[in-house]
C-alpha cells in the first residue's frame, strides 16, 4: 500500500515571500495521480493543485507550483508571493493504480504580515 | 449546482450508541470515500465504495461500517461509539480514478 509523508508538521512565511511544502510517497504504481489540498480554518478542504504522474511537466495554477521528481517520488509545493489568505493546513495526497486515495499527515502553513 | 452535503454538522452522543452520519451527493459520482481528521493523523481513510454496491476498508475501518445501495449516498455507521471516534468527519466524491476529490463541509462528532 501506497504511503504519503509530509515531513515538516508546521511552517512559516513572510507576506510576499516563497515557501516551499516538502511530501514524499511510496508507492509500486506506475501510473497514478498526486495531489495538493488546503484547508483555511473553514474546514472546508480545496484543491492547489493535480499531477498526473506520466507528465514530465510539472503542475502550476497561478502562484502555486510542484516541483514532481518521480524517481524519487517527491511532490513538493511551492507558493509564490505568500498572501494572508494562504494560511491554511497544506494536505499531500496520492492516487494510484488499483489504490484509494490516501493523504498526509498535513503541513500547517502561517502567513505572517 | 451540484454539491455534496453531510448531516448532521454536529453531533454528540453516549458511548454504546449507534450513529449513522449521512454523506449525499447529486455529481452522480461513482467514487465515494469517509475520512476522519485527527489532529497529528491527517486525513485517514475509513470506507470507501467505487460504485452501487461496492465497499471497501480503509485504513482505519474497525468499529465503522457503510453501505452503498444508490449512487448518491453513502451513510458512515458507528455500531458502537467508543470516545477513541471522537473526531471531524469528512465524505467525498470522484468522478473517477486520479479526478479531483470534492469534499463536503464535515462532520464534527463528539461521543461522550
Known amino acids: 500500500a501506497q504511503t504519503v509523508t509530509q515531513s515538516q508538521p508546521e511552517m512559516s512565511v513572510q507576506e510576499a515571500e516563497t515557501v516551499t511544502l516538502s511530501c514524499t510517497y511510496d508507492?509500486?504504481?506506475?501510473?497514478?495521480?498526486l495531489f495538493w489540498y488546503k484547508q483555511p480554518p473553514s474546514r472546508q478542504m480545496i484543491l492547489v493543485i493535480r499531477?498526473?504522474?506520466?507528465?514530465?511537466q510539472n503542475a502550476t495554477e497561478n502562484r502555486f507550483s510542484v516541483n514532481f521528481q518521480k524517481a524519487a517520488k517527491s511532490f513538493s509545493l511551492k507558493i509564490s508571493d505568500s498572501q494572508l489568505g494562504d494560511t491554511a493546513m497544506y494536505f499531500c495526497?496520492?492516487?494510484?493504480?488499483?489504490?484509494?486515495?490516501?493523504f498526509g499527515k498535513g503541513t500547517k502553513l502561517t502567513v505572517n504580515p | 449546482d451540484a454539491e455534496i452535503t453531510q448531516s448532521p454538522r454536529h453531533k454528540i452522543t453516549e458511548t454504546g450508541r449507534q450513529v449513522t452520519l449521512a454523506c449525499h451527493q447529486t455529481w452522480n459520482h461513482n467514487n465515494m470515500f469517509w475520512y476522519r481528521q485527527d489532529l497529528g493523523h491527517g486525513l485517514r481513510l475509513i470506507h470507501y465504495s467505487y460504485g452501487v454496491q461496492d465497499t471497501n476498508k480503509g485504513e482505519v475501518s474497525d468499529g465503522y461500517s457503510v453501505s452503498r445501495s444508490n449512487t448518491e449516498d453513502l451513510p458512515l455507521t458507528l455500531e458502537s461509539a467508543a470516545s477513541s471516534q471522537t473526531s471531524v468527519y469528512f465524505c467525498?466524491?470522484?468522478?473517477?480514478?486520479?479526478?479531483?476529490?470534492?469534499f463536503g463541509q464535515g462532520t464534527r462528532l463528539t461521543v461522550v
Open positions: 508507492t509500486s504504481e506506475n501510473n497514478y495521480y
Open positions: 495526497a496520492f492516487w494510484g493504480g488499483s489504490e484509494k486515495l490516501v
Open positions: 467525498a466524491s470522484s468522478p473517477r480514478q486520479g479526478s479531483e476529490a470534492f
Open positions: 499531477q498526473e504522474a506520466y507528465k514530465q
